[in-house]
């Protein structure tokens, strides 16, 4: 009976914060019960039926096991990584709105993001003119932006799917997650940093820098080239230090008001202060500062929330993926990546925001095309596996100069010396951890 008590103390849950509960009847099998009640996605642990999300009128939405699991791919084999749980698109029909399972082609996104960086970084720092050099600059904050959004989206995902499964955000859980995601690659390269410091191979780090990128405050203390990317990290932290809680603590229903309200006010905040120049637009800090850039995350959050919770929205979503070029939305985005700044400074980042939540959407909702066919190469998707540790180490190599290292410095080297350092981490520490990591998830 204890099975049951739970099951109607998760009824009296939803009734308290407005939610309906539903009953769910499942056919009888040989081995198992004839019927569970399932409220809110809520199972008893006496149950062997699959897990069930009960929704509103979208219908169920089921959570495939092991999906998140070690598979095996033609080209290489990892271990799913907990942020891989995303909302895709139901295969049968759109009445049957989406389902929570891994999307291949959102690794290759990952992929490209990286690809930016790296490509960006090679030119920024070379001897090339110095409008090349702004090319980079700017290639290499485009992918440092799809990886916000595409964070925001998968985050929030594992966020609701866990909300609607239990009733409840485990808020420890999720920080411990977090940090065995994060903590053991970049306790890593902080220590190869902390030892080359001390031979005198790093010169331009200040040792306050190093505890700050390590308790996730690199966007507000720091000078150095070889830890200045630790400011996307930091800043990532920083908004899942906060989202959680906001997300745990507020009705289901309002989750999505509160955070397309969130993200509309960093955007008029942000293009206020540039505006009127509050602070020096050439600091950067209208880039890098939290209470002007969560808003490039939450866009992701905003997506998620809204292809589970509503149905409408799904529907038009999946007439407008349809209908535009995905090319001409790319297009719109390069070019307004390389001149937009100029045009509209206010308006930069808001814009770029949601031309890459259209992507991400597009990509999400595709069923075929060019674009789902590019983002779902394995090698693509492969360095978006290990784009994590590749991000950490390319820094030290392409943007860092001095003091100098030789061939181990100059491209090509320092390009394929990153990308082994980014294997042999992915592989030996990062992996360990994700297995490690399996032991605290909600399902």
């Known amino acids: 009976m204890g099975a049951f008590t739970q099951v109607f103390s998760r009824l009296d849950w939803q009734k308290r914060n407005g939610e309906e509960p539903r009953v769910r009847r499942f056919p009888q099998r040989q081995d198992d019960t004839q019927w569970m009640i399932a409220a809110g996605g809520y199972i008893g642990s006496r149950f062997r039926c699959p897990a069930v999300l009960c929704t509103r009128p979208t219908g169920c939405y089921s959570l495939p096991m092991g999906a998140h699991q070690e598979e095996q791919t033609p080209s290489h084999s990892y271990t799913r990584d907990t942020e891989e749980l995303e909302l895709s698109k139901s295969a049968s029909s759109s009445r049957e709105g989406y389902q929570f399972r891994y999307l291949p082609q959102l690794d290759g996104f990952r992929g490209l993001a990286v690809i930016l960086v790296l490509a960006g970084h090679v030119v920024e720092f070379s001897t090339l003119s110095i409008y090349w050099r702004r090319v980079g600059e700017v290639s290499a904050s485009l992918g ?24 409840s955000t ?80 507020t009705p289901l229903k309002k989750v999505f008001l509160v955070s397309v309200c969130a993200t509309a006010s960093i955007v008029i905040w942000r293009g206020l202060a540039i505006y009127f120049n509050f602070f020096d637009y050439g600091q950067g800090i209208y880039f890098v500062r939290p209470y002007f850039r969560f808003d490039s995350i939450l866009i992701g959050a905003c997506l998620a929330i809204a292809l589970v919770s509503r149905p409408e929205f799904l529907s038009h979503a999946r007439i407008a993926s349809r ?54 190469q394995p090698l693509l998707r492969y360095i978006g596996t290990i784009s994590y540790s590749l991000y950490l180490w390319q820094q030290i190599f392409l943007v860092t100069k001095t003091p100098n290292w030789g061939v181990l410095r100059r491209f090509p080297l320092n390009l394929f010396i990153s990308f082994g350092l980014a294997i042999l981490s992915y592989h030996f520490v990062e992996k360990p951890a994700l297995r490690l990591k399996e032991r605290f998830q909600f399902l």
């Open 144 to 167: 440092v932006f799809l990886f916000f959004v595409l964070s925001g989206f998968l985050i929030t995902s594992l966020l609701y799917a866990e909300r609607r499964n239990t009733g």
């Open 170 to 249: 485990r808020l420890r859980n999720f920080y411990i997650r977090r940090v065995l995601r994060l903590g053991p690659a970049l306790l890593l390269f902080l220590s190869v940093i902390v030892i080359l410091r001390s031979f005198g191979a790093i010169t331009d780090i200040p040792r306050y820098e190093i505890f700050a990128s390590l308790f996730y405050s690199r966007n507000f203390f720091g000078r150095s080239n070889s830890l200045a990317h630790l400011w996307s990290l930091s800043l990532e932290e920083q908004f899942y230090l906060c989202w959680p809680l906001v997300f745990s603590f």
């Open 323 to 376: 209908r535009l070029s995905v090319a001409l939305i790319w297009l719109v985005l390069i070019l307004w990546t390389l001149f937009g700044e100029s045009i509209c400074k206010p308006l930069y980042l808001s814009i770029q925001m949601v031309v890459v939540a259209l992507l991400l959407l597009q990509l999400v909702l595709a069923e075929g095309g060019w674009s789902l066919t590019f983002f779902s």
